[in-house]
């Protein structure tokens, strides 16, 4: 792959050996700004009282195992979707299409989705009547988590797909494999690193969501909702055991499969 050879290119190597050090002096302070307040969660936890709170740890529970259903759906879906927009040319548009919900406010998309789903919407008396209750429910909260993350692992896995040269998927077809064949043992292996990156984003994605969340589906209460009523009810003190909880359960894995998949692609 291209990225190989760029990997080991001599450009990279003079910017490393100090070539451009005016820039590597403003990356590292580009680095220390991003990082910069993740060092409050070491210095203002209270470490004398650190405990949970009620209900953190079904919070905790609800996120994990409602996340891994929105994930699951959102792979399914966005799959051939994000295969579809890697094979077509004139493509702005639905570009333009998949990226409306990442570019909509977050508390301005639950309201969409509250008028569009909610039980005064006609899809949603529709719903109701069937037993399908789309607010402030199970069900409302995988919803909104997976218009969290959709576009995120779309966009990642057209990019994988798009990275997967096209000349191996026509010397499959030109040897007799169907299209279906083609799919599942030329395109998708090729493009499983990029896809798990795009998994991992859109894990944390929904983990993660507060926004539409708050307003779709209150409760069941996720990790971000009861951060937040954490706050309001008792003080930050209370936030920040739920804090360490999340970075240190949730998001190493996802992390380690983007770090491990881009790695590969360098490689």
Known sequence: MSGGGRAGSPSRGH???????????????????ILAPFSALVFATDWRHFHFVVG??????????YSTVAVVIVVVLG????????HRRSRWWLDALVLMPLLTPPLALGILLASFYGPYSLLGLQLSRLGLQLSNSVPAFILAQIYGAMPYFVLAARAAFEAVPGELEDIS???GRNAW???????????????AAGIAL??????????????????PQGIPVKLWV???????????????????VAIPVPLFL???????VLV
């Open 79 to 86: 799959t051939p979707l994000a295969w579809w927009l890697a």
């Open 56 to 65: 953190d740890l079904r919070a905790a529970r609800v996120s994990f195992l």
């Open 230 to 248: 954490n706050l309001q009810d008792i003080g930050l003190s209370a936030v920040y055991p739920l804090l360490w909880f999340f970075f240190l």
């Open 173 to 175: 077809r030109s040897l």
């Open 258 to 264: 983007g770090l491990y998949s881009r790695r590969r």
């Open 202 to 219: 859109a894990w944390v994605r929904a983990m993660g969501e507060f926004g539409i969340v708050l307003i779709v589906a209150y409760f």
């Open 181 to 195: 064949y083609t799919f599942w043992h030329v395109t998708l292996p090729l493009a499983r690193l990029g896809l």
């Open 15 to 33: 910017a490393a050996s100090g070539g451009h050090l005016p820039l590597a002096l403003l990356s590292a302070l580009a680095l220390l700004f």
